[in-house]
């Protein structure tokens, strides 16, 4: 067996490659045609390139308010607990990624190797959509946005509107979604991941350049059912902070098997995510530290707008956060690409027009109109967002590790993913009753098609 097809003769059994409920084709090789596997030649360093990419955006901006919703205690200790909880349950689905020499190469395909052919599917499949095309229309909203700031801040006047500058941001996605497979972004992701740390730069030295304000004050914000809102809010808002873990084991796929190695993905893998969350911690814990201790409770929902800084710097960090989220949008349209094009061959469809052009163009399409008929998007995934990314990043990993690896039932291992799936589904209603709070007291100021 030549070296191509034998790195691809990985699945035996369940669902291959994410196959939405039908028995594994007899010609294996037909993964090296879809986009998250065509490509195995990934290096551990694309897996940190990757992480940065799809963990850090524009949301780590409003951190310093949500420290200002919670405080010094609780916002260090949010913080500090959800970063090292997104570290252990992305260790296990790194771990899990390969069992009994068969690669979960998706998500879903260890949901589908955990929970069986159909139900592996529905537990896995609605939350990773919420999440991915969630956050595309997100970066659709935002990449205009910023677009239509950087614009206005070097001269231009507000005569265009945002749906037009969301149009031209949907413009370049029509073009760089044409770009084959992952490894195919590797250069996109590392100018995004590079992009994401210099904006994160730019708004916590500016902060610190500024010095603290005058009668600063680190009470939490709000009184009675404002302020217990506002803290559901945070927390969501602190914890959904960490949510690259829906393309986790995507990005684990693009790494070569080493023949006689056992799971052998899974070492280059976890150096790529050290040197990852390494750039995550600095982004994250400079921007909502210093934020905060500059400006306490009075720091706006983004830093950019508090501190005194020259109109330029504005908009550097404007065009900063358009470059990264024209990346990230791409990390996070792979997957749903994958999931397309594998659907499409099992239904006989085999049009590379089709399946490449037409409907990788239509999604991108469909995310900007809704980003254009929805504008304020945003608030909508804080709700949308608590059924994704809290099932994704925290408790689903503790879920499947339960089923998969069957600890014993009084050993640290077990008790301690059981506390974690409690704590994880609590939280996730309670961001989403924030989130509910948020939008009912700013429905009146939502426009549509502005």
Request: aromatic share 16%.
């Amino acid at each position: 067996m030549d070296a191509r097809k034998q790195q691809n003769f990985d699945v035996e059994g369940g669902a291959p490659h994410g196959g939405i409920g039908t028995a594994p084709p007899k010609d294996f090789d037909e993964e090296a045609d879809l986009p998250i596997t065509a490509n195995r030649s990934a290096k551990w360093w694309y897996v940190a390139v990757h992480n940065v990419t799809a963990m850090v955006g524009a949301g780590v901006l409003g951190l310093p308010y949500a420290m200002a919703l919670l405080g010094w205690t609780g916002g260090v200790i949010v913080l500090v607990l959800a970063y090292l909880i997104s570290v252990w349950t992305l260790w296990q689905l790194c771990y899990m990624h390969e069992i009994d020499g068969r690669r979960m190469n998706r998500y879903h395909e260890l949901g589908q190797y955990a929970f069986g052919k159909t139900a592996g599917l529905w537990a896995i499949v609605p939350f990773q959509l919420i999440v991915m095309i969630g956050l595309d229309i997100v970066y659709m909203v935002t990449g205009g946005s910023s677009l239509q700031q950087f614009y206005i801040l070097c001269g231009g006047t507000a005569s265009f509107g945002l749906s037009a500058w969301i149009v031209v941001f949907a413009a370049t996605e029509l073009i760089s979604c044409q770009l084959p497979n992952f490894n195919a972004l590797f250069i996109v992701s590392l100018v995004a991941a590079v992009t994401s740390i210099s904006y994160s730069t730019i708004g916590w030295v500016s902060a610190v350049a500024d010095g603290k304000t005058a009668d600063v004050s680190y009470a939490i914000k709000g009184d009675g059912t404002h302020k217990l809102m506002g803290i559901f809010n945070a927390l969501g808002t602190c914890v959904f902070a960490y949510g690259g873990h829906s393309v986790v084991l995507e990005i684990q796929a693009t790494l070569p098997s080493k023949p006689g190695i056992k799971n052998s993905t899974f070492k280059p893998y976890m150096w790529g995510v050290a040197l990852a969350y390494a750039a995550i911690a600095y982004c994250y814990f400079c921007v909502a530290f210093a934020g905060y201790w500059a400006f306490g409770n009075s720091v706006k929902s983004n830093i950019m707008l508090s501190v005194a800084h020259p109109t330029w710097l504005v908009a550097v960090a404007n065009m900063l956060v358009v470059v990264h989220v024209f990346g990230s949008y791409q990390m996070y349209a792979m997957p749903v690409f994958d999931m397309v094009e594998d659907l499409s061959r099992r239904k006989g469809i085999k049009s590379r027009f089709f399946t490449r052009v037409v409907m990788r163009s239509v999604f991108v399409v469909f995310t900007a109109f809704i980003g254009i008929t929805l504008p304020f998007f945003g608030d909508l995934l804080g709700f949308f967002g608590a059924f994704g990314f809290a099932p994704m990043t925290f408790w689903m990993p503790s879920v499947i590790w339960l089923v998969v690896m069957k600890p014993k039932r009084n050993s640290f291992d077990f008790w301690a993913n059981v506390i974690n799936i409690i704590v994880f589904v609590a939280v996730m209603f309670l961001a989403a009753i924030g989130s509910i709070y948020s939008i009912v007291q700013s429905a009146s100021n939502y426009k549509f098609y502005q």
